[in-house]
């Protein structure tokens, strides 16, 4: 069992950044690939990146390739997403979520957190 709780959510305006934690519970998280997702409103829950177990391997959907940047510190039980030069189309509920191998497909992640609201003003 994992326990996902992300933080670091908020306000900010179009060109600005905000850096998202995700803090797992259990001494297993090494044992999982992490992936960050979002949902806007009246639309689909999407992909946003993904990290290997190891850290060693990430991938990331092409609309913020460039702009995010995913990264995990497995002594800390956290991964981050980095995300820069933010744009209103990227206002939506973040999640982060865990999975035995990295995917791009939400299905093939087991646990999730609740999730945090990222609103990008223009």
């Known amino acids: 069992q994992v326990q996902l709780v992300e933080s670091g959510g908020g306000l900010v305006q179009t060109g600005g950044s905000l850096r998202l934690s995700c803090a797992a519970s259990?001494?297993?998280?090494?044992?999982?690939?992490m992936g960050w997702f979002r949902q806007a409103p009246g639309k689909e829950r999407e992909f946003v990146a993904t990290i290997s177990r190891s850290g060693g391997s990430t991938y990331y959907a092409d609309s913020v390739k460039g702009r995010f940047t995913i990264s995990r510190d497995n002594a800390k039980n956290t991964v981050y997403l980095q995300m820069n030069n933010l744009k209103p189309e990227d206002t939506a509920v973040y999640y982060c979520?865990?999975?035995?191998?990295?995917?791009?497909?939400?299905?093939?992640?087991?646990?999730w957190g609740q999730g945090t609201q990222v609103t990008v003003s223009s």
């Open positions: 979520a865990a999975s035995i191998v990295a995917a791009t497909t939400d299905g093939s992640y087991r646990y």
């Open positions: 259990g001494r297993t998280f090494s044992s999982y690939a």
